[in-house]
């Protein structure tokens, strides 16, 4: 068996699932996709490993915050993003750095 696997992704971004849950929504065109369903169609990315760059729906992160979805960028995991429902993918893209 091998010990590596090889993926396209220039980084990983952790979305909190269960802040999306609660949110019911929020995100994309008519405010009605979770956020990492959200920033992956808006940014075009291929699934899994082909993809760009990986974002990741993970189990509750412990900040819950009211309103918004906690995320981690891997790539500067020292301070965690708290997304407020109905944000500018853009902007969101561009602070996770993955534009
Ligand atoms: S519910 Fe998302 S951090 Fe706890």
């Known amino acids: 068996m091998k010990s590596r696997v090889r993926s396209n992704w220039s ?3 952790l979305v909190c699932a269960k802040c999306s849950k609660k949110l019911d ?3 994309g065109p008519k405010g009605r996709q979770s956020l990492g369903k959200a920033l992956r169609k808006h940014l075009h990315l ?3 490993r082909k993809a760009m760059a990986g974002i990741v729906d993970v189990k ?6 009211r309103g918004a979805v ?3 960028n891997g790539a500067a995991s020292r301070e965690w993003l708290l997304v407020p429902a ?4 853009d902007a969101v893209a ?3 750095e993955l534009d």
């Not at 509750?60 to 915050?65: A, R, Y």
């Not at 109905?86 to 993918?89: F, K, M």
Request: glycine share 20%; with cysteine.
């Open 25 to 27: 929504g929020g995100f």
């Open 70 to 72: 906690t995320v981690v």
């Open 94 to 96: 561009a602070e996770l």
């Open 11 to 13: 980084s990983a971004v």
């Open 46 to 48: 291929k699934k899994g």
């Open 86 to 89: 109905g944000a500018d993918l």
């Open 60 to 65: 509750c992160l412990g900040v819950c915050p």
